[in-house]
């Protein structure tokens, strides 16, 4: 109901090609499939190729055209080759949105080095390795955009997401680098925030510790997809998902030892409600 309303709003990109890594599901597809009925060439990016072929059809079938373009976005080398194949058969890139990203959650007394690293990969040095392939394309043509996906766990440390927080954290200062080498009316960079989405990521084996979130309160991808669009539309720098949710950043700025016991106040309280609900 959201992105219907939001529809009329962001115009039209009929012909632009937007490129968007971790496609295969959840904010990824979403976020495809709507660039698609708003008319654009969407290209696909992640591993599972099978499952890109699924969305690709889909964004056919919802009015845009699609490629598939699979390559893990923390190998440098594919990460090139995918960007490679998205600039011969369409000449262009206008839009790139790094979303690919994965979530293994731990205390910070029990982060695991190969856990982090992993993270690191795909959050981190995806969006370099991509952005870096894509950035002459899109200086070329001007007016371009890229869009970050990090986190509300990008600008205020939670647990138990400590090492999550850390790959977003660097994410979001690596996207306010780039904004200002980059003159605004040539790139356009900004960077979305979300909470806690609805999204597989957040119910694979990794995130068992979790399980105490309330999934009442986690909000649909078709949100974040709606707040990539409005970022691009409107070159917005940056996005919180739902709006004004990061209040418990600029409160943190303020007051850091009451946002401190807030949030520990929060957590206890969320285990709570688990324990009565289950």
Not at 33 to 62: D, I, K, M, S
Not at 151 to 174: E, Q
Not at 217 to 233: K, S
Request: with cysteine.
């Amino acid at each position: 109901m959201l992105v219907e309303a939001l529809l009329p709003s962001l115009g039209s990109f009929r012909n632009r090609v937007v490129v968007v890594t971790g496609a295969s599901s959840g904010i990824g597809r979403e976020t495809a499939l709507l660039f698609a009925r708003l008319g654009a060439r969407v290209a696909l990016v992640a591993r599972r190729r099978e499952l890109l072929e699924a969305v690709a059809n889909e964004a056919r079938a919802a009015g845009g055209r699609a490629m598939v373009a699979s390559a893990d976005v923390g190998d440098a080398r594919a990460a090139r080759a995918a960007i490679g194949r998205v600039r011969r058969a369409w000449g262009r890139i206008d839009v790139l949105v790094n979303n690919a990203g994965v979530l293994r959650p731990a205390p910070v007394a029990r982060i695991k080095a190969g856990d982090l690293e992993a993270m690191l990969r795909v959050n981190l040095f995806g969006p370099l390795f991509v952005t870096q392939a894509a950035l002459p394309t899109l200086l070329r043509h001007r007016g371009g955009s890229v869009v970050n996906v990090a986190s509300l766990a990008g600008r205020r440390g939670i647990t138990p997401l400590g090492g999550y927080c850390a790959t977003k954290f660097a994410l979001v200062g690596l996207t306010e680098a780039l904004r200002t080498e980059v003159a605004p009316d040539v790139l356009h960079v900004g960077v979305v925030l979300p909470g806690v989405v609805e999204t597989p990521m957040v119910h694979g084996e990794q995130v068992e510790v979790l399980s105490d979130w309330p999934s009442q309160l986690n909000m649909p991808a078709e949100w974040v997809a709606a707040a990539i669009a409005l970022a691009v539309r409107f070159r917005l720098r940056e996005v919180s998902v739902p709006p004004g949710a990061a209040l418990m950043e600029e409160l943190g700025a303020l007051m850091p030892g009451a946002t401190d016991a807030l949030i520990s106040w929060m957590t206890a309280a969320r285990r709570l409600i688990a324990r009565v609900s289950s």
